[in-house]
Each structure stands twice: as structure tokens, then as C-alpha cells.
């Protein structure tokens, strides 16, 4: 049974907000009454939908994902609100490699291993582990305040996904874009499995390299010196390469030379596009079994292949054997299931012994990495399954390239454009074969009587020959269909996990079937992610998209950067710079998290967070939350009786209340605007200037006079526009700090119901004034450049001042006098002059002031008595000297260059902002003192 609103207890101001008591009552709330759910039938022509970039089942909320679903639910909710019939839809990804390492682990830990239970029973074991341990993040996701339709969640390896993966995999095979293939692949030694081209992290290493002697074979006293930083592959060398036009080498192509610790001889070939003359010595082993670009070179020149390494990365005793490599016998047997850095220390000695080794020198080159694991990868060469991109008869990219380029598909922010075209334009086919258990099994089948020789088990993988012929069909053949054997073996290989998330946006609506759905949500209207999956994810949707659905998978794609901690470092453990957010959640708030990476998410820019940051929004809902028990508090009657009422005539309101409905209406147009633009952080900017400064710091100040004054139709109309603005205020801040703006909500409106489904405000022009604002804004600036004065030279508030205000436009000028008594308030004057001729007193501080419209003026306060100028002249002199020895210690370090040269860019950045603020402060300092000076009748 639906159960009514849980209603705020207005007793609790008289506590200080408190998040947890609010968050979990309020979220329970919203998925019982049904608030996030689609209607998977409306003919509403508003429409919004959006697919989540699915979390690994494996995964923990960490800060990427706080930032990608905060963004996602802000755009939710303010669409939801605009009364869109609107989707959010939410899910998992299997996480093909990363699931099985982590069950793979716990086998571990308990004795055994994958092998010892069978696939079967191991695939059963990781279903167990996911519905035990696999639904953490989504729990994680609910406490973030994720508004999904939860009842749609769909998992990459459910039922109706499954269908819609072999659907895709059959038709691209019975197009001829997907094939199997013996190349050179990618291959993480410790997962046992291919990866993808952009599977492979590069790190910059600090490595060897090594020159190696190769003697000619016709007069072995003469050699050539190749360079190489892997000489354990040299093993496997079938030629050495030199460019054509190089006058040290040219005469030798054709020739032949002696593989070192081998009975085997290669020859000299000429290679323009492999050889760069000017690096190493200009020779350059090729080695196509163990390189990309050498495998295209031994295709060019027609050489053979020869493959030193088995599945887990070690010397393969077959492969070295005089049949293949024809390494020495005394070696063969030193390097048999060597792992790769022992294999090169055993091959350097014995180059070494035999005389081989030239020299060896420090090399600063790239290696990959396994994105999962972190093991250095190895070009493997095994029959894989790959996806032909750019077929040019039936190309993928091609239209994925179109879609962005003619605008049917916007990347936000633009500047990611050309990093989108430059892969899609140079992409290599797309290998989609995993050596693992874990995933969508590959939907092709052989038969063992017709392909009894391509068979091979090779430790826990079993190979099948290139030359075998599949069966690709959606369901299990129950026979071969040459031959008519019932003894059929599948693929052992699943797919990629990139594969099924390629189809996520329409698979999850149902696809391949016609679902209603599908026709209401598809294309979806945006997608919010991180930059580092445009190509493994972004793009390769796109492909799918478009070519399954003849339709782009979305319109708009908002893509955000990455959160690092305060000095701009990426966050890591090993670090000890990791911010968890869940601890944040529970110690400052949700909403309080919300708001902060809301308001820094600037396209472009990564994310540099501490938890300064997050408390400072901490307090801005705070703030909030005295701003209702002023206001609540104010009310003599129920403050619901007020949202009642209609907004009362202009002609009766205050200048405070006209001006801010006026700069309300500003800040409902502006919010909108800044949404639709994605700029998240400049419509959080608005919400915190409107709500902290001008409604709080200045609106609620200036009707406190009207409120406890004795005009009780004023004081009610006032009320009426208070919480009329506060309550309009709390519907924009809605999508960004959803609970504590429910919770508020609550208490103020008199309509049954939740914010969540309240209508978002749109402007209303009619409350819009220029002059009323201009007004107001004269003498708040007057006010402030009192206080601002008074902070600089330490005058307290308690001591009233006689001021003087030179303003030359007479309008401003009217202005002013117009709120003489509100500048005397707030301000703490005893005295105030206003005047284009004004006289300037003797002995007075001055300040400028530019008014609105660009009108200049000037404020004037007389010198204070010689006691206090004394005291304040020993404080600025005590301060001036610490600023002194700060700035010097800021200028050593910056003019050291050491520091200059090795400290990392981020904390030399702030280092000089440091400097500069340090300079600024001791100026101003420096002139507040000589003019303290002056007054007192002192020397400089």
C-alpha cells in the first residue's frame, strides 16, 4: 500500500539540518510512490530519455561515477519536472575480464582455481558472486539520489540482451563484417586473452637497449648493428631491414646474415617505411611473430613467422626448436617456459659470451599495458574474431563519422570532435574475441568430424585452426550441415564486453523485438559520460546505432572530465589521495557532494576536489535551511496560507520585493538557458549567488524592518513574496540537492505531492525590471564598499561613521537618496551625504565605486581618532612583515631552478597564484598603511 508523503516535522528547526535524517526517508519515499518510472505507453510528445553508462557489477562507487550520475540525474530531474515523459534507464555491465579476475581471486584464497571446477560450474560460481556482491554499486547509486526507473534495470547478460547479441553477431557475419582471422592481437599473459587496440594502456618506462651484432653470412667479419630494446625476440627475427637510399647499408640488401645463438641465416631487405634512418644504427630487426608494424613488413617482403611465446607469456619450447627458430640446443633447453624478463637476461649472456653484444645504453621507450591488470601485454599472433570497420562496400565508421559531422549527433563540448574523427578515420578492425568464461559465448559451432585436425588444447584454451569452418546461427545446430554429425563443439570464446555495450541503447528497449519502447525512447536524448570511454564505448554505439536501428543512439553526448584531488593529481590509493564518497555522503551530505561536483563541472576542465570544497557546500545547505526557519518563523499563520495567495500588485510590493521577483525571473531564465547548454557549473553558480547573496545576505535583511514593523498588510504581502521566491527557488535547486529541497518543500507547500513532480519554473517576463534592479544594485554597492572599507581598516561595525558619497549621475543619485535610511541601517552610519559636488573631507579614506551602467563614484570616510589609527598602524605593520617574509619565501622557491624544473605543473601553478595573491594582498596592505600613516601625520 502506497503510504502518504512522510510530512516534515517543522519542530526540527530547532535543531541545525541534519542530512541524515532526511535522505533515506525521502528516497523511500519517491520509488514507493512510483515518481521515477516511464510510461512505456504515453502518446505524451515530450519525451527525454537517457541510457546509464552501465557500472561494472564489480565495481564501488567512486568519485567518476558520483560526478557521471550526478550530471545524468540533474538533467532527469529538470526534464522530469518539465513535465517530459521521461527515461532513466538504469544497468550493469558483466564485466567480462574484470568478474572472473575477482572470482578467479577468491578460488584462489580458497585452494583452487577456475580449471579444477569446469566452466560450468564456474560460470555458476560467478553468477552466485553477483547476486551476492554484484548489485553494491547500484545500492551506492540509490544513496546519490539516482532518480532511474529501477524497474527497467537490465544487465549486459540478461535473457533479452542475450537475444538481441547473438541477433547483432549473426547479422554482421551474414554481412561479412564479422570474420575470423589469424593475425598478430594483443595478449595479456596473466588474463590469457585478447584485448582490443584500445584495451592496451601505454606507459612510458625507463628501459635498455640493447646493439647486437649480426655477421654477414658471406664474410662473418664484417656485421651489421641492430639496436633493439627486446632482444629476447630476436629469436624469432626473419629479416633486418635497412632503407634503400642509406649509403651505409644499401649495397648489403639481398644479402644474407647470421642470426646470432641460431643455425639459421636471414636476409637483408629494404624497407623505406619501417627503417627511420636517423634512429639507432639504421638496421632494424623484423621480428613479424612479436611486432605490429614488423608483421606488415614480413607481409610486404613475403617473410615467414615465427611465434617464440605461448598463452602465459613464456618461452615456447616447440616454437625454439630446430624445426622453427633453430636456436642453439644448449639454449633451447636453458629458455624453455622462461617468463619474458628472464628469457632476456639469459639471451643478453649469452650474447655476451658469444661476442654479440655491442654496447648497451639507458632507452626511454613506451611499453602496454592490460588496462584490467596492469601486465605488460605481448603481440600474440592466434585465430581471433574480429569486426570489419571500414568495409568500403559497408562501412560502420563512415556513417558514425557523417552522423557528427552533419550534426545529427552533438559532442559537448565541440573540442572533442576531431579526437572523435581522427580514430574513427584511422580505425583497424575490431578484435572481439576473449580467451575467457565470463561473457556472451560466441553463438558459432564446429563439427569435430570434418574439423578433427584444427583442434588444439593448449593449457586451460582451447584453440581451434583457422582453417576450421563455423556454423554461426542464433540457437545451438542440433547437426552439422555438411556432413551431418550430431558432434558439434561451440566457440569457446565469448565477446568482448565493448560488444554488448555497443548495443545498449536499443537493446535494452527491447531489440530485435518492436516494443513500444523502442518507439517512444529510441534515439535517446543525450548521454552523459567521461572522455576516456569515447572510443571504447561512445563510438562504437554510434556503428551499432546506426547501422541496426538507421538511427543515431542519441542526440546530444556531454562529455565531462576527469575528478583529481586538490593539486590536480589523479586520485589513487598508493597515493593516499582517494576521496571516497560514500564517507563524504555520510559526514557532510548528498546534496552537499551534488551541488560541489555540479558546480565544477566545466567542460574541459578536470575536476580538482578537496573536502574544503565539499564542506563549504555543506554550509550553503545550511544556509538554506535558516533561510526557511527565518522565514517559517516570520510566518504568524501557517506559512502554506501564503503559496495560497497570488502575488500581490506590483504597485503595492517594496522596492526590495520588486527587485527580487525581478532577479528571481533572471535566475529561472538563466538556469534553463545554462541546462540546456550542459553547463551545470553556471547554473550552480546562479543558484548559490541568488540564494547565499542576494535572497539571504541582502533580500532577507532589507523586509526584516517590514516584518517587524506595525504595517501588517506590507508585512503580509512581503511574507507572500518571500516564500513565494523561496519556494520557486527550491524547485530550481531541485535536480541538484534533491533532499534537502523535498524536505523544504514540504514544509511550505500546501499541495499534496513532491517537489520531484513539481513544475520546474520558467520565466515570467512581467516580473521582470531593469530600473527596480539598477536601483537596488546602487546602493547595495554603496553598502558594500562601506563594509569593504571598514574591513580594510579594521573599523568595527559598532562604530557608526559620517560618510560621504560623491555620485555625477543624477539618477543614481536619486537612487540613493531614495534608500537613504536602508544605506544608514545597513551600512552603521550616523551620518550620510550624497551629491555630485560633495566636498571631499580632509584626512578620509576613499574608495571607488562603479555603480550600474558603468557610473563612477566615490565613497568617502572621515580619518578615525588618533588612538585607534595608532593601534591600526601596529597590527598593519606586525601583518606587513609576515607578508613580507611569506613573499620572499615564495620568490626563493620560484627563482630555485631545481624547483622550477622537477616539480610537477599543478603545484608550480600554485605556487605563482600563491606569489600573486601574497602581492596583491601586500600592496593594498602597504597602501592602507601609508595613508594610516599620513593621516597621523607620520613619514611613509
Given at each position: 500500500?502506497?503510504?502518504?508523503?512522510?510530512?516534515?516535522?517543522?519542530?526540527?528547526?530547532?535543531?541545525?539540518?541534519?542530512?541524515?535524517?532526511?535522505?533515506?526517508?525521502?528516497?523511500?519515499h519517491?520509488?514507493?510512490?512510483?515518481?521515477?518510472?516511464?510510461?512505456g505507453?504515453?502518446?505524451?510528445?515530450?519525451?527525454?530519455?537517457?541510457?546509464?553508462?552501465?557500472?561494472?557489477?564489480?565495481?564501488?562507487?567512486?568519485?567518476?561515477?558520483a560526478?557521471?550520475?550526478?550530471?545524468?540525474?540533474?538533467?532527469?530531474?529538470?526534464?522530469?519536472?518539465?513535465?517530459?515523459n521521461?527515461?532513466?534507464?538504469?544497468?550493469?555491465?558483466?564485466a567480462?575480464?574484470?568478474?572472473?579476475?575477482?572470482?578467479?581471486?577468491?578460488?584462489?584464497?580458497?585452494?583452487?582455481?577456475?580449471?579444477?571446477?569446469?566452466r560450468?560450474?564456474?560460470?555458476q560460481?560467478?553468477?552466485?558472486?553477483r547476486?551476492?556482491?554484484?548489485?553494491?554499486?547500484?545500492?551506492?547509486?540509490?544513496?546519490l539520489g539516482?532518480?532511474?526507473?529501477?524497474?527497467?534495470?537490465?544487465f549486459?547478460?540478461?535473457?533479452?540482451?542475450?537475444?538481441?547479441?547473438?541477433?547483432?553477431?549473426?547479422?554482421?557475419?551474414?554481412?561479412?563484417?564479422?570474420?575470423r582471422?589469424?593475425?598478430?592481437?594483443?595478449?595479456?599473459?596473466r588474463?590469457?586473452?585478447?584485448?582490443?587496440?584500445?584495451?592496451?594502456?601505454?606507459?612510458?618506462?625507463?628501459?635498455?637497449?640493447?646493439?647486437?651484432?649480426?655477421?654477414?653470412a658471406?664474410?662473418?667479419?664484417?656485421?651489421?648493428?641492430?639496436?633493439?630494446?627486446?632482444?629476447?625476440?630476436?629469436?624469432?627475427d626473419?629479416?633486418?631491414?635497412?632503407?634503400?637510399?642509406?649509403?651505409?647499408?644499401?649495397?648489403?640488401?639481398?644479402?644474407?646474415?647470421?642470426?646470432?645463438?641460431?643455425?639459421?641465416?636471414?636476409?637483408?631487405?629494404g624497407?623505406?617505411?619501417?627503417?627511420?634512418?636517423?634512429?639507432?644504427?639504421?638496421?632494424?630487426k623484423i621480428?613479424?611473430?612479436?611486432?605490429?608494424?614488423?608483421?606488415?613488413?614480413?607481409?610486404?617482403?613475403?617473410?615467414?613467422?615465427?611465434?617464440?611465446?605461448?598463452?602465459?607469456?613464456r618461452m615456447?619450447?616447440?616454437?625454439?626448436?630446430?624445426?622453427?627458430?633453430?636456436?642453439?640446443?644448449?639454449l633451447?633447453?636453458?629458455?624453455?617456459?622462461?617468463p619474458?624478463?628472464?628469457?632476456?637476461?639469459?639471451?643478453?649472456?649469452?650474447?655476451?659470451?658469444?661476442?654479440?653484444?655491442?654496447?648497451?645504453?639507458?632507452?626511454?621507450?613506451?611499453?602496454?599495458?592490460?588496462?584490467?591488470c596492469?601486465t605488460?601485454?605481448?603481440?600474440?599472433?592466434?585465430?581471433?574474431?574480429?569486426?570489419?570497420?571500414?568495409?568500403?562496400k559497408?562501412?560502420?565508421?563512415?556513417?558514425?563519422?557523417?552522423?557528427?559531422?552533419?550534426?545529427?549527433?552533438?559532442?559537448?563540448?565541440?573540442?572533442?570532435?576531431?579526437?572523435?574523427?581522427?580514430?574513427?578515420?584511422?580505425?583497424?578492425?575490431?578484435?572481439?574475441?576473449?580467451?575467457?568464461?565470463?561473457?556472451?559465448q560466441?553463438?558459432?559451432?564446429?563439427c569435430k568430424?570434418?574439423?578433427?585436425?584444427?583442434?588444439?588444447?593448449?593449457?586451460?584454451i582451447t584453440?581451434?585452426?583457422?582453417?576450421?569452418?563455423?556454423?554461426?546461427?542464433?540457437?545451438?545446430?542440433?547437426?552439422?550441415?555438411?556432413?551431418?554429425?550430431?558432434?558439434?563443439?561451440?566457440?569457446?570464446?565469448?565477446?568482448?564486453?565493448?560488444?554488448?555495450?555497443?548495443?545498449w541503447?536499443f537493446?535494452?528497449l527491447g531489440?530485435?523485438?518492436?516494443?513500444?519502447?523502442?518507439?517512444?525512447?529510441?534515439?535517446?536524448?543525450?548521454l552523459?559520460?567521461?572522455?576516456?570511454?569515447?572510443?571504447?564505448?561512445?563510438?562504437?554505439?554510434?556503428?551499432?546505432?546506426?547501422?541496426?536501428?538507421?538511427?543515431?543512439?542519441?542526440?546530444?553526448?556531454?562529455?565531462?572530465?576527469?575528478?583529481?584531488?586538490?593539486?590536480?593529481?589523479?586520485?589513487?590509493?598508493?597515493?593516499?589521495?582517494?576521496?571516497d564518497?560514500?564517507?563524504?555522503?555520510?559526514?557532510?551530505?548528498?546534496?552537499?557532494?551534488?551541488?560541489?561536483?555540479?558546480?565544477?563541472?566545466?567542460?574541459?576542465?578536470?575536476?580538482?576536489?578537496?573536502?574544503?570544497?565539499?564542506?563549504?557546500?555543506?554550509?550553503?545547505?545550511?544556509?538554506?535551511?535558516?533561510?526557511?526557519?527565518?522565514?517559517?518563523?516570520?510566518?504568524?499563520?501557517?506559512?502554506k496560507?501564503?503559496?495560497?495567495?497570488?502575488l500581490?500588485?506590483?504597485?503595492?510590493l517594496?522596492?526590495?520585493?520588486?527587485?527580487?521577483l525581478?532577479?528571481?525571473?533572471?535566475?529561472?531564465?538563466?538556469?534553463n538557458?545554462?541546462?540546456?547548454?550542459?553547463?551545470?557549473?553556471?547554473?550552480?553558480?546562479?543558484?548559490?549567488?541568488?540564494l547565499?547573496?542576494?535572497?539571504?545576505?541582502?533580500?532577507l535583511?532589507?523586509?526584516?524592518?517590514?516584518l517587524?514593523?506595525?504595517?501588517?498588510?506590507?508585512?503580509?504581502?512581503?511574507?507572500?513574496?518571500?516564500?513565494?521566491?523561496?519556494?520557486?527557488?527550491?524547485?530550481?535547486?531541485?535536480?541538484?540537492?534533491?533532499?534537502?529541497?523535498?524536505?523544504?518543500?514540504?514544509?511550505?507547500?500546501p499541495?499534496e505531492?513532491?517537489?520531484?513532480?513539481?513544475?520546474?519554473?520558467?520565466?515570467?517576463?512581467?516580473?521582470?525590471?531593469?530600473?527596480?534592479?539598477?536601483?537596488?544594485?546602487?546602493?547595495?554597492?554603496?553598502?558594500e564598499?562601506?563594509?569593504?572599507m571598514?574591513?580594510?581598516?579594521g573599523?568595527?561595525?559598532?562604530?557608526?561613521?559620517?560618510?560621504?558619497?560623491?555620485?555625477?549621475?543624477?539618477?543614481?543619485?536619486?537612487?540613493?537618496?531614495?534608500?537613504?535610511?536602508?544605506?544608514?541601517?545597513?551600512?552603521?552610519l550616523?551620518?550620510?551625504?550624497?551629491?555630485?559636488?560633495?566636498?571631499?573631507?580632509?584626512?578620509a579614506?576613499?574608495?571607488?565605486?562603479?555603480?550600474?551602467?558603468?557610473?563612477?563614484?566615490?565613497?568617502?570616510?572621515?580619518?578615525?581618532?588618533?588612538?585607534?589609527r595608532?593601534?591600526?598602524?601596529?597590527?598593519?605593520?606586525?601583518?606587513?612583515?609576515?607578508?613580507?617574509?611569506?613573499?620572499?619565501l615564495?620568490?626563493?622557491?620560484?627563482?630555485?631552478?631545481?624547483?622550477?624544473?622537477k616539480?610537477?605543473?599543478?603545484?608550480?601553478?600554485?605556487?605563482?597564484?600563491?606569489?600573486?595573491e601574497?602581492?596583491?594582498?601586500?600592496?593594498?596592505?602597504?597602501?592602507a598603511?601609508?595613508?594610516?600613516?599620513?593621516?597621523?601625520?607620520?613619514?611613509?
Amino acid at each position: 500500500m502506497i503510504q502518504d508523503a512522510p510530512r516534515s516535522d517543522t519542530t526540527r528547526f530547532d535543531k541545525p539540518y541534519s542530512h541524515r535524517d532526511v535522505e533515506e526517508r525521502w528516497y523511500r519515499h519517491w520509488l514507493d510512490r512510483g515518481y521515477f518510472a516511464a510510461d512505456g505507453q504515453s502518446t505524451n510528445p515530450k519525451r527525454f530519455s537517457i541510457v546509464i553508462p552501465p557500472p561494472n557489477i564489480t565495481g564501488s562507487l567512486h568519485l567518476g561515477h558520483a560526478l557521471n550520475n550526478t550530471l545524468q540525474d540533474i538533467l532527469v530531474r529538470w526534464k522530469r519536472m518539465q513535465e517530459y515523459n521521461t527515461l532513466w534507464l538504469p544497468g550493469t555491465d558483466h564485466a567480462g575480464i574484470a568478474t572472473q579476475n575477482v572470482v578467479e581471486r577468491q578460488l584462489k584464497s580458497e585452494g583452487s582455481h577456475r580449471e579444477a571446477l569446469g566452466r560450468e560450474k564456474f560460470i555458476q560460481r560467478i553468477w552466485r558472486w553477483r547476486e551476492e556482491s554484484g548489485r553494491t554499486i547500484i545500492t551506492q547509486l540509490k544513496r546519490l539520489g539516482a532518480s532511474c526507473d529501477w524497474n527497467r534495470e537490465r544487465f549486459t547478460l540478461d535473457e533479452g540482451l542475450s537475444v538481441a547479441v547473438r541477433e547483432v553477431f549473426v547479422r554482421l557475419h551474414q554481412e561479412g563484417l564479422i570474420y575470423r582471422g589469424e593475425r598478430l592481437i594483443n595478449w595479456c599473459p596473466r588474463c590469457e586473452t585478447a584485448l582490443s587496440d584500445i584495451e592496451v594502456e601505454h606507459e612510458e618506462i625507463k628501459g635498455t637497449m640493447y646493439y647486437i651484432k649480426y655477421p654477414l653470412a658471406d664474410d662473418p667479419d664484417q656485421f651489421l648493428t641492430v639496436a633493439t630494446t627486446r632482444p629476447e625476440t630476436m629469436l624469432g627475427d626473419t629479416a633486418v631491414a635497412v632503407h634503400p637510399e642509406d649509403p651505409r647499408y644499401n649495397k648489403l640488401i639481398g644479402k644474407k646474415v647470421l642470426l646470432p645463438l641460431t643455425s639459421r641465416t636471414i636476409p637483408v631487405v629494404g624497407d623505406p617505411i619501417l627503417v627511420d634512418r636517423e634512429f639507432g644504427t639504421g638496421a632494424v630487426k623484423i621480428t613479424p611473430g612479436h611486432d605490429f608494424n614488423d608483421e606488415k613488413a614480413g607481409q610486404r617482403h613475403r617473410l615467414g613467422t615465427i611465434s617464440l611465446f605461448d598463452h602465459r607469456g613464456r618461452m615456447d619450447p616447440p616454437a625454439l626448436s630446430e624445426r622453427e627458430a633453430k636456436v642453439l640446443p644448449q639454449l633451447t633447453e636453458q629458455l624453455g617456459y622462461k617468463p619474458v624478463q628472464e628469457a632476456r637476461k639469459l639471451i643478453v649472456q649469452w650474447l655476451e659470451q658469444k661476442g654479440c653484444l655491442i654496447k648497451v645504453e639507458d632507452h626511454r621507450h613506451t611499453i602496454g599495458k592490460c588496462y584490467r591488470c596492469k601486465t605488460v601485454v605481448e603481440p600474440y599472433r592466434s585465430p581471433q574474431w574480429f569486426v570489419k570497420v571500414n568495409d568500403p562496400k559497408n562501412s560502420l565508421a563512415a556513417p558514425a563519422i557523417d552522423a557528427v559531422r552533419d550534426g545529427r549527433i552533438r559532442l559537448i563540448p565541440e573540442s572533442w570532435k576531431n579526437n572523435y574523427f581522427g580514430w574513427l578515420e584511422n580505425i583497424q578492425d575490431w578484435c572481439i574475441s576473449r580467451q575467457i568464461w565470463w561473457g556472451h559465448q560466441i553463438p558459432a559451432w564446429y563439427c569435430k568430424r570434418c574439423d578433427e585436425n584444427v583442434f588444439k588444447i593448449t593449457g586451460t584454451i582451447t584453440v581451434i585452426g583457422i582453417n576450421a569452418k563455423p556454423i554461426v546461427q542464433i540457437d545451438a545446430p542440433q547437426k552439422c550441415e555438411r556432413c551431418g554429425s550430431t558432434d558439434l563443439i561451440q566457440d569457446p570464446d565469448v565477446l568482448d564486453t565493448w560488444f554488448s555495450s555497443a548495443l545498449w541503447p536499443f537493446s535494452t528497449l527491447g531489440w530485435p523485438k518492436k516494443t513500444r519502447e523502442l518507439e517512444i525512447f529510441y534515439p535517446t536524448s543525450a548521454l552523459v559520460t567521461s572522455f576516456d570511454i569515447l572510443f571504447f564505448w561512445v563510438a562504437r554505439m554510434i556503428m551499432m546505432g546506426l547501422h541496426f536501428m538507421k538511427d543515431v543512439p542519441f542526440r546530444d553526448v556531454y562529455i565531462h572530465a576527469l575528478v583529481r584531488d586538490a593539486e590536480g593529481q589523479k586520485m589513487s590509493k598508493s597515493k593516499g589521495n582517494v576521496i571516497d564518497p560514500l564517507a563524504i555522503m555520510e559526514k557532510y551530505g548528498t546534496d552537499a557532494l551534488r551541488f560541489t561536483l555540479a558546480s565544477m563541472a566545466s567542460p574541459g576542465r578536470d575536476i580538482k576536489l578537496s573536502e574544503e570544497r565539499i564542506e563549504g557546500y555543506r554550509n550553503f545547505a545550511n544556509k538554506i535551511w535558516n533561510a526557511a526557519r527565518f522565514l517559517l518563523m516570520n510566518c504568524p499563520s501557517n506559512a502554506k496560507t501564503y503559496l495560497g495567495n497570488p502575488l500581490p500588485d506590483p504597485a503595492t510590493l517594496s522596492l526590495a520585493d520588486r527587485w527580487i521577483l525581478s532577479r528571481l525571473q533572471r535566475v529561472v531564465a538563466s538556469v534553463n538557458h545554462q541546462l540546456d547548454d550542459y553547463r551545470f557549473d553556471g547554473a550552480s553558480r546562479e543558484l548559490y549567488q541568488f540564494l547565499w547573496h542576494e535572497f539571504c545576505d541582502w533580500y532577507l535583511e532589507l523586509i526584516k524592518p517590514t516584518l517587524y514593523g506595525t504595517d501588517a498588510a506590507a508585512a503580509k504581502r512581503t511574507r507572500t513574496v518571500a516564500i513565494h521566491v523561496f519556494e520557486t527557488v527550491l524547485r530550481l535547486l531541485h535536480p541538484f540537492m534533491p533532499f534537502i529541497t523535498e524536505e523544504l518543500y514540504q514544509m511550505i507547500t500546501p499541495v499534496e505531492g513532491s517537489i520531484t513532480v513539481a513544475p520546474f519554473p520558467m520565466e515570467n517576463t512581467a516580473w521582470m525590471n531593469e530600473a527596480v534592479e539598477q536601483e537596488c544594485e546602487s546602493f547595495q554597492r554603496v553598502v558594500e564598499g562601506i563594509r569593504e572599507m571598514r574591513g580594510v581598516h579594521g573599523i568595527p561595525f559598532s562604530k557608526k561613521l559620517s560618510v560621504v558619497v560623491r555620485v555625477a549621475n543624477p539618477v543614481v543619485e536619486h537612487y540613493l537618496e531614495n534608500n537613504r535610511p536602508m544605506i544608514t541601517a545597513l551600512a552603521g552610519l550616523s551620518a550620510l551625504e550624497i551629491g555630485p559636488h560633495v566636498r571631499q573631507p580632509v584626512n578620509a579614506f576613499t574608495g571607488p565605486i562603479i555603480f550600474p551602467g558603468g557610473h563612477a563614484g566615490e565613497v568617502f570616510i572621515p580619518l578615525p581618532d588618533a588612538i585607534y589609527r595608532a593601534k591600526e598602524i601596529t597590527k598593519k605593520e606586525k601583518r606587513l612583515k609576515e607578508l613580507t617574509a611569506q613573499l620572499a619565501l615564495e620568490e626563493k622557491k620560484l627563482s630555485n631552478p631545481d624547483f622550477a624544473a622537477k616539480a610537477p605543473p599543478e603545484i608550480l601553478e600554485n605556487t605563482k597564484l600563491r606569489r600573486q595573491e601574497l602581492r596583491l594582498e601586500h600592496e593594498t596592505l602597504s597602501a592602507a598603511l601609508q595613508r594610516l600613516r599620513e593621516m597621523s601625520g607620520g613619514t611613509a
